[in-house]
Structures are given as structure tokens and as C-alpha cells.
């Protein structure tokens, strides 16, 4: 007779990434417990003696307790889970700082249109005579090097790269 439940938990583990660093089957609640303790650790303080000293402060027999640990440690392969858990929560830091960062971005790009706009519509209000160049200069060019920042068009060194089919106008207004 087939068990449906242990075929489907089967498959289901054959088939669906497997996250080692939950609970596994056979592994003792203390054992499970010990884990989370080593796991809970920073990775630079990441150690048997460290999360026994940490979950346990009052341990009567501390060398028992940590060779009790150290076992389960091996059989449970914590070394293994570890980099598991390291790599999954990485990923998540990552997708979390590329959502910070694309925000981020989405505002730059909203302030630096309105800073555009702005420019555009005193640059519609004023006379020719009223230009320096130097200040038409330096307008086009603060913003224009605002908008390349917001979206991520600026080389090292905070120099703007032109990029192939770019047009450069600063020149035009040469004698304005």
C-alpha cells in the first residue's frame, strides 16, 4: 500500500528548493535549538564555544555541554546549513538594498525633472539679454549632470561619460 503523504512530502523535496538550515527531520528540539543559538551568532563570532556560552550561560559542565553541541554540530552538518542560511539571507539584504536603491533613484530622477522644468520655464520668461553665459552655462550643465546621476549615468570620479550617439550643446552657446 503507498503512503500518499510521505510520497507527496517526497516529491515536494525533490522539487521545491530545500532551506537546510529549518528544522530537519530526526533533529532533536535541543539539537534544533543549539543550531538557531550558532546560527543566531554573527558570522565573525560564529562558533560552538560562543553559542554554547551565549544559550546556555549557566551551564554547570560547560566541556560536556560544548561536546554535546560539537556532535550535533557534525551530525546535523551545521557548517553545511550555515552557508545555506548566509547565501539566503545575502540574497535578501541584496534584493532589499536594490529596492533602497531603485526608490532611490525613482526620487532623484522626479527632483531633478522639476529642476529641469524649472530651468526651462525661467529660461521662457527671460529676455536673451538677460543671459550671461556663464549662468546659461552652468545651469544646462548642473543639470544635466543631476539627471545623469539620478539615473546612473556617471563614470567614476563623478565625471559624466558621454555615451555613443550623445549630443553636446555647451558648446553652442558659445558668444550667447
Known amino acids: 500500500m503507498v503512503d500518499?503523504?510521505?510520497?507527496?512530502?517526497?516529491?515536494?523535496?525533490?522539487?521545491?528548493?530545500?532551506?537546510?538550515?529549518?528544522?530537519?527531520?530526526?533533529?532533536?528540539?535541543?539539537a534544533y535549538a543549539a543550531f538557531c543559538a550558532y546560527r543566531d551568532l554573527k558570522p565573525a563570532e560564529r562558533n560552538i564555544k560562543n553559542a554554547v556560552a551565549a544559550a546556555e550561560p549557566e551551564a554547570v559542565d560547560y566541556e560536556k555541554r560544548y561536546?554535546?553541541?560539537r556532535g550535533w554540530a557534525?551530525?546535523?552538518?551545521?557548517?553545511?546549513?550555515?552557508?545555506?542560511?548566509?547565501?539566503?539571507?545575502?540574497?535578501?539584504?541584496?534584493a532589499e538594498l536594490r529596492k533602497t536603491i531603485e526608490a532611490q533613484g525613482e526620487?532623484?530622477?522626479?527632483?531633478?525633472?522639476?529642476?529641469?522644468?524649472?530651468v526651462s520655464k525661467k529660461l521662457d520668461l527671460m529676455s536673451p539679454a538677460e543671459l550671461s553665459q556663464?549662468?546659461?552655462?552652468?545651469?544646462?550643465q548642473t543639470a544635466i549632470k543631476a539627471e545623469r546621476e539620478a539615473a546612473g549615468l556617471v563614470a567614476s570620479g563623478g565625471k559624466a561619460e558621454p555615451k555613443q550617439g550623445e549630443l553636446n550643446f555647451v558648446s553652442d552657446f558659445n558668444g550667447l
Open 67 to 69: 561536546h554535546v553541541w
Open 4 to 30: 500518499f503523504d510521505k510520497a507527496i512530502k517526497e516529491a515536494k523535496a525533490a522539487v521545491l528548493p530545500y532551506e537546510s538550515w529549518l528544522h530537519l527531520q530526526g533533529e532533536t528540539p535541543q
Open 74 to 94: 557534525a551530525k546535523y552538518r551545521w557548517r553545511e546549513r550555515i552557508a545555506d542560511y548566509d547565501r539566503y539571507v545575502e540574497g535578501l539584504n541584496q
Open 134 to 140: 556663464s549662468n546659461l552655462t552652468e545651469w544646462v
Open 107 to 118: 526620487k532623484h530622477r522626479e527632483v531633478t525633472g522639476k529642476m529641469l522644468d524649472v
